[in-house]
């Protein structure tokens, strides 16, 4: 049933005896997902967030990444799923918040160039009563201020409850903290409730970067995004940029800021200060319409 949810509604799954293998392995990632911040075992990686102008980094997203004994590094494609679907997702959650929160507070203290830093949060994790006063107090705690902090949340989060997850929005809003409409143009978009939502950045999902080359309506629809984005006061930030060619594309068309492998990868807090030096080369013949 699970396994038929997940690939949307009106399908059926069969049970079969590989399912139940599946569904046990399941079992024993959790249970091992439920001791790896005391083991150890979590870390969190940072992707550069690069000004599209200027080709220099601006800020950073947390992403999470899980060293499992046996299995090496699991993605967390496979266990965020599993941490929202087992209620871990709190704890895991609130874990990464902090730390995130401490390394910021931690490159301040280095006297780094400002950054803004930028935390995944899932449904169950933003939708809790106590989320504003727990972000609230981490930050005090730590002594980062809010604006240096942003929240990325997906469209598919606000559909789960629309009006708790815009007070929510408000009140996050209300003691300064950025937000952001994450994997934009994947969800349930409703425009409609896109105008209510009191946010500062749309992220378009990667998807469509990689389309643009090949695909006219990837790159209609990025265009369309940027432009709607921007009419709304909000700023774009384009995910998944991989080549110079992507990266010309958003330039020519002003989008604000990209992450992508182009100008780097996750990587580990350490890597962060030299990234800090990187530019990149403005690119002069920008092909304003890839695809042919
Ligand atoms: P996301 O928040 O949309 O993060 C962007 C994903 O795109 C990351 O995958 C990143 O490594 C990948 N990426 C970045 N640049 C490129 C590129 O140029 N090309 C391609 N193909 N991919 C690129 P990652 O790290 O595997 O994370 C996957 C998802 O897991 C994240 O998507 C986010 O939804 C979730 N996640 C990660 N960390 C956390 C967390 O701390 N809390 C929550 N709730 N979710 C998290
Ligand atoms: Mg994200
Ligand atoms: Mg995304």
Known sequence: ??????????????????MHIRALERLTLEQEL????????????????VSVGEGRMVGVEALMRWHHP??????????????EESGLIEMIGDWALRTACQQAKRWQEQQLPALTMAVNMSARQFLRPTMVDEVARILQEIGLA????????????????VENGISAM???????VGLSIDDFGT???SLNYLKRFPIDRLKIDKSFLIGIETNQDDLAITLAMIAMAHSMGLSVVAE????????????????DEFQGYYFSTPVPAREIPALLEKRLEPVDSAPADLPG
């Not at 439920?34 to 967030?49: D, S, T, V, W």
């Not at 408000?170 to 300064?176: C, E, M, N, P, V």
């Not at 998944?240 to 989008?255: D, P, T, Y």
């Open 1 to 18: 049933m699970q396994r038929a949810k997940e690939k949307g509604r009106d399908n059926f799954q069969i049970y079969a005896q590989d």
């Open 34 to 49: 439920r001791y790896a911040i005391e083991r150890n075992q979590l870390e969190l990686y940072y992707q550069p967030q």
């Open 70 to 83: 046996r299995h090496g590094r699991v993605s967390p494609m496979v266990f965020i799923p599993l941490a």
């Open 146 to 161: 809010s604006a240096d902090l942003e929240l990325e949340i997906t469209e598919s989060l606000m559909m789960v409850d």
């Open 170 to 176: 408000h009140a996050l809003k209300a003691i300064g």
């Open 187 to 189: 969800g349930y978009s």
């Open 240 to 255: 998944g940029v991989e080549n110079a060619a992507q990266l010309a594309f958003l330039r020519a068309h002003r989008c």
